[in-house]
């Protein structure tokens, strides 16, 4: 998944200090692996100077752990971009995709849009496969099932989150 | 990309609402289904996708909007706009139907079955049967012509069914989650055989189903949620 | 069981509500009609019971001194005289109009003891007692063509002694010397109360074989309705299968649901039995009503009824669910039925060969009446259950014939449906095809009966409009003459004819009536030539001579010395002249015998009786086929909503409601034509066994038009309660039946 972006994205509600920003991020999506300080400092860092975010006030001249941070339009637009990307079908698929979603619910975006933008990608992905069954020998047959099967699963999980977007948004709120 | 697109459809439904006393099935649909395409309908359950398949094939005739139904080479009509004996032809002859199960008269054979549209139709009882057997033949059921539906498995009934539906060559075949009650393997079997002779003798499928494997063998899917076509997502430009 | 998985066997769903609405109806009218015919025989019963000592014959009233060979009459008869322990009972059968006045004459000495029936005293001579009805008749009509018969009015007959509200009985008084002029005066001690004679046999079979064909029908419907909606019960019992329910507690739920509806329909059918029967007890049999007090059923017998009916219903429905063997999975495999096979035909034959061995008995032992009678109504129970059993069998083949010969959608449809399930199709119309049966037994053995046809007049018989009575051999032709004279004054009177013997009636050997040449063209003779004196034989009067007599040349000049014994009425016709004729002849004082008429003969003879029965019996077949319908439309309901699901699918795919309808028909059509043809021919088949096992010579010959109209009816009605279920067709096929549930 995606770290930057996800921390880009979380920037995207409110302007924030690293430090907040490193424990919104931990209770949405580090549940099991927190982020570690010095990796959030650095990815500010990093996007400050690819002018997605800018500092905000008077310390400016402090150390990043003094400044608060907001998002830039070019910060915005990137945001957006990736959360309407549909990802190619993969294994690592699931959390960056439960990333998006809460980052659209956060941001009040388009939560349902996203989910079928990547249903329909992996309905695509699903029927290429299929084709390449009709006149595959068993083996790729299997081969293929197997993508078939993974490529499902997500989309079960797609099926059951975007029939529970505001169930979750609710939740995600009050949190 | 727009859904509805530039080539004549054969089958086009614009602003279709339906409502069951206080119930609003459909809500303003609008799809258009091309000639020889296998479309797909998806979405959460009591979304409406029965009821929008009924619409499109003449059985139900919406309560509001209308369904153009254009035969290869004709005219387009306007199927709400016809009479119940009209829409009951209609459906004999250019339109095929596969449900979930339980659509075979069980007390006659499987044979019978399938030729009973072709006697509906006036066909003389010999062609229709030898017309059927060859049916049954391509669907893998060459043994099973003289078993009553009682004594067909799941999915031997369900290529029967599609024997039927198929056996007056409709330009459309409509089907409601036709493989839903069997399991993967035998699901498979059913689809590929199924589309195999659909795409064969060019045969539009409108085809509902909530298995996203089953969808794939489809060209296109289109998702109702609440009554209407949500659209695929794209990025906004 | 437990109270909640009572509650839901009862309520399972709405639409159970409708099947138990459907059998409790059923099962009303079944009871309903169960205790009507039980009140009818009844009524029957107690209508004889009442009515026995009109069948009193008496003894002789003379002894006829024999020779010494005790075989030769030696001398005149010597009447016997009167006592006050005995009385003197004259038998008659008065006409008036097309109706018979049963007439008893008596003479009593002062203080006789014996106890007339339904009056306190003897009549003295010239007056009468009569029935209500009689005498409201008498009342209502002019003296003249009635009242005059009888003399005085001393009282009505009580209700005890008279058979029905509409019977028409009359006991007057008369002299002894009046009575022993007659025939047939009999010496009476006491009122017989038996009321059958010779032939209760004969009617108590034709009443058994009658209420066999009524109560057949009602079953079957009793049995159609518990079975309504078996398939939605089948689903529901199969998921309570599933959810642990045990073979027992399934069948024990299938009793109770349907026990209750079935109880229900019971105690309604008994109110409306009460309600009805009033009304069912109006219904002449034989042209009299039974008194209301007399049609009834008795309480013991309608609680019988209510319970075995109830658990008859019970059983059936717990064996038939047993049976089924509905599994967790539901029955839908165990739909196919046992393919009947050719045993079936095992009951009807055994049912003809009792009733051919009965007939045989009846030719070769007379005596062994009990036997043989058991036969025949066996044999016949048996022949009508094996019809029913036959049927299913027929039934098939015709549906395999027709299923290979189908061209149709839906001939296929019905031919395959009949083809699996023909025990169910038939039964359907089984209490038609029983009913047609029945209708066919009664045309047939009423054809044997044949009708007395009115006579017409032709030279030679006793003209149709003429009365005649014979003179009895006390009077002088001067009294007979001046009776015949006041007589032809009367209006609508043509003229009168005195006929003349050489010796007084009943004496002599001579049967030659001579008259006067002039009178012969009134007789309607043709013209007598030149000759005074003709005579013609007796037998010119009997109402059953059909060769006509021949007038002959008398060797007489005159009429001197020779005894008047007829005087012969000719009327303009009318009924109303016919009547004043026999009222002037039997007031005269002069007749030993009721002015009696030609046609007579049909309205007394026995065959109106039979003609009455055969009229109860097609009120009963009227009932059975009405029955009859009730069930087919029931279980063509039954067919529909047992099958919705798939109609509704294949109507969905576009057959048209027509195609469904032509189904319905065919599958009820089928069965019914199958079995149809076998009924009309084994309904005469039973009909002549039984009227060659009665004897007296009769024969079977071509039924009469009412035959043609019940069948045509019994085809109308299963036209109609087909046709009834078509609106079924379109509502219970829509979309919505598709739906899951
Ligand atoms: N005959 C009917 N009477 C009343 N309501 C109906 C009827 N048919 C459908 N509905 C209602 O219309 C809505 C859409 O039903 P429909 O059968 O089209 O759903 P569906 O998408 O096919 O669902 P599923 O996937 O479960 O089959 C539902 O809310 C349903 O309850
Ligand atoms: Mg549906």
Redesign the interface.
């Known amino acids: 998944m995606n770290n930057t972006l996800a921390l880009l994205g979380l920037l995207g509600r409110e302007p924030s200090y690293g430090y907040d920003l490193k424990h919104s991020y931990d209770r949405y999506f580090g549940v099991q692996k927190p982020l570690a300080f010095g990796q959030v400092y650095s990815t500010l860092a990093r996007m400050f100077r690819d002018d997605l975010i800018m500092a905000l006030g008077e310390e400016s001249g402090g150390g990043p752990d003094r400044k608060k941070y907001e998002i830039t339009l070019t910060g915005r637009d990137k945001v957006r971009q990736w959360l309407f990307t549909p990802d190619v079908p993969s294994e690592t698929l699931q959390s960056e995709l439960f990333a998006k979603t809460v980052i659209a619910l956060l941001l009040d975006d388009d939560a349902d849009g996203l989910l079928d933008a990547q249903r329909a990608e992996h309905m695509a992905r699903m029927r290429e496969l299929t084709r390449l069954k009709r006149d595959a020998d068993l083996l790729q047959v299997l081969m293929c099932d197997h993508g078939l099967f993974h490529i499902e699963a997500d989309l079960r999980w797609i099926e059951l989150t975007s029939a529970r977007l505001t169930q979750l948004k609710k939740e995600l709120q009050s949190a | 990309m727009s859904l509805i697109d530039t080539t004549t459809p054969i089958l086009s439904a614009r602003g279709v609402h339906h409502a069951f006393g206080q119930t609003e099935a459909l809500r303003g649909i609008d799809v258009d289904v091309h000639a020889g395409e296998v479309l797909a309908v998806m979405g ?1 359950s009591g979304s409406g996708k029965s009821t929008l398949l ?1 619409c499109l094939a003449g ?2 005739a919406p309560v509001r909007g209308t369904v153009a139904y254009a035969p290869p080479g004709l005219n387009p009509v306007n199927i709400s706009g016809l009479g119940e ?1 009209e829409r ?6 250019d ?3 596969v ?1 979930q199960f ?8 499987a044979l ?1 079955n399938v ?3 072709l ?2 139709g006036g066909t ?2 010999a062609e229709a049967r030898q017309r059927s057997e060859e049916l049954l033949e391509r669907l893998g059921l060459n043994g099973f012509a003289a078993k ?1 539906p ?2 067909l498995s799941g999915g031997q009934a369900q290529r029967a069914a599609i024997a039927r ?1 198929l056996v007056t060559s409709p330009a459309v075949l409509f089907a409601d989650e036709p493989t839903g009650s069997l399991d993967s393997l035998a699901a498979e079997n059913v689809l ?1 055989l199924m589309l195999d002779l659909v795409r064969e003798a060019g045969t539009t499928v409108v085809m509902i189903t909530h298995d ?2 089953t ?5 296109r ?1 289109v ?1 109702v949620r609440d009554g209407i076509i ?7 430009a | 069981m437990n109270p909640a998985v009572l509650k839901m066997a009862l309520l399972g769903s709405r639409s159970s509500w409708g099947r138990m609405a459907g059998i409790g109806g059923g099962v009303a009218i079944g009871v309903c009609l169960v205790l009507l015919l039980w009140s009818a025989a009844n009524g029957l019963a107690q209508r004889d019971a009442r009515g026995a000592w009109l069948r009193e014959m008496g003894q002789t009233s003379v002894n006829v001194p024999l020779a010494a060979d005790g075989r030769t009459v030696n001398g005149p008869p010597e009447p016997i005289p009167l006592t006050p322990e005995t009385i003197l009972l004259g038998s008659l059968q008065d006409v008036f109009r097309d109706q018979v006045i049963s007439h008893r004459d008596i003479a009593a000495l002062p203080g006789a003891t014996v106890k007339i029936p339904g009056i306190a005293a003897p009549p003295a001579p010239g007056q009468y007692y009569a029935s209500p009805a009689l005498q409201r008749l008498i009342e209502s009509t002019p003296a003249g063509e009635l009242g005059d018969r009888y003399g005085k009015f001393a009282g009505v007959i009580d209700d005890s002694a008279l058979p029905g509200p509409d019977a028409l009985v009359v006991i007057s008084g008369a002299t002894e010397a009046q009575l022993r002029q007659g025939p047939a005066a009999m010496l009476v001690t006491e009122f017989t109360t038996n009321p059958y004679g010779e032939s209760a046999g004969l009617y108590r079979t034709a009443l058994l074989v009658g209420g066999i064909a009524v109560l057949f029908p009602v079953l079957l419907l009793v049995s159609i309705a518990t079975g309504l909606g078996a398939a939605q019960r089948r689903e529901r019992f199969a998921t309570l299968r599933l959810i642990g329910a045990s073979p027992r507690l399934v069948a024990g739920m299938a009793a109770v649901e349907t026990a209750i509806p079935s109880l229900a329909g019971a105690l309604l059918g008994v109110v409306m039995a009460v309600a009805f029967r009033p009304a069912a007890a109006q219904i002449p049999v034989n042209g009299t009503r039974v008194f209301l007090a007399d049609f009834t059923f008795g309480a013991g017998f309608a609680v019988t009824a209510v319970v075995l009916v109830s658990a008859a219903c019970a059983l059936v429905a717990a064996r038939r669910t047993a049976r089924t063997g509905i599994g967790p999975l539901g029955a839908t495999r165990a739909m196919t039925e046992k393919t009947p096979t050719v045993w079936r035909a095992v009951p009807l034959l055994a049912g003809l060969a009792g009733m051919a061995t009965g007939a045989v008995l009846t030719k070769v032992d007379t005596d062994g009446i009990p036997w043989t009678s058991a036969l025949l109504i066996g044999g016949f129970a048996l022949t009508s259950v094996g019809i029913v059993t036959i049927g299913p069998w027929l039934t098939r083949m015709v549906s395999t014939i027709g299923l290979h010969r189908a061209r149709r959608a839906s001939t296929v449809i019905a031919a395959s449906r009949i083809r699996q399930t023909p025990v169910a199709t038939f039964r359907s119309v089984s209490g038609l095809v029983i009913a047609v049966f029945m209708v066919s037994v009664f045309a047939g053995g009423i054809s044997a009966i044949g009708t007395v046809e009115t006579p017409e007049a032709r030279p030679g018989l006793l003209l149709p409009t003429s009365v005649y009575a014979l003179v009895a051999p006390a009077y002088t032709p001067g009294q007979v003459a001046s009776v015949a004279r006041s007589t032809k004054e009367l209006a609508g009177i043509r003229d009168t004819t005195i006929g003349y013997a050489k010796t007084p009636l009943g004496q002599g050997d001579t049967m030659d009536i001579y008259i006067a040449a002039n009178d012969a063209p009134s007789l309607g003779f043709g013209d007598p030539g030149s000759d005074k004196i003709v005579s013609f034989d007796a037998s010119f009067l009997n109402a059953w001579t059909s060769t006509p007599v021949s007038l002959a040349a008398a060797p007489l000049v005159s009429l001197e010395g020779l005894v008047p014994v007829v005087m012969v009425v000719r009327t303009d016709g009318t009924p109303a002249a016919i009547d004043r004729a026999r009222t002037a002849l039997d007031a005269s004082g002069v007749t030993a015998t009721p002015g009696t008429s030609p046609a007579d003969l049909a309205i007394m003879s026995n065959t109106r009786l039979i003609q009455g029965l055969a009229a109860h019996a097609y009120i009963g077949v009227f009932v059975a086929v009405v029955v009859a319908g009730i069930s087919l439309a029931v279980s063509t309901a039954a067919a529909i909503l047992d099958r919705k699901r798939v109609l509704g699918l294949m109507r969905l795919m576009g057959m048209p409601v027509s195609v469904l309808r032509k189904v319905i028909v065919q599958e009820a059509a089928v069965p019914l034509l199958a079995v149809l043809l076998l009924s009309v021919g084994l309904g005469f088949l039973v009909a002549w066994l039984m009227i060659s096992s009665f004897g007296g010579g009769r024969t079977i010959s071509w039924p009469s038009t009412e035959y043609y109209a019940a069948l045509s009816f019994s085809l109308l009605l299963a036209l109609a309660a087909v046709a009834a279920t078509f609106g079924l067709v379109r509502s219970n096929t829509a979309i919505t039946a598709t739906r899951f549930e």
């Open positions: 959460p009924h059985i139900l004996t009951s032809r209609l459906r004999l002859t339109f095929g139907f449900f339980g659509q075979l008269l069980p007390e006659l054979t019978d030729s009973l549209p006697l509906l003389k009882r009553l009682g004594e539906a590929t996203a494997r969808a794939a063998y489809a060209d899917e998702i949500s659209a695929g997502y794209r990025v906004p």
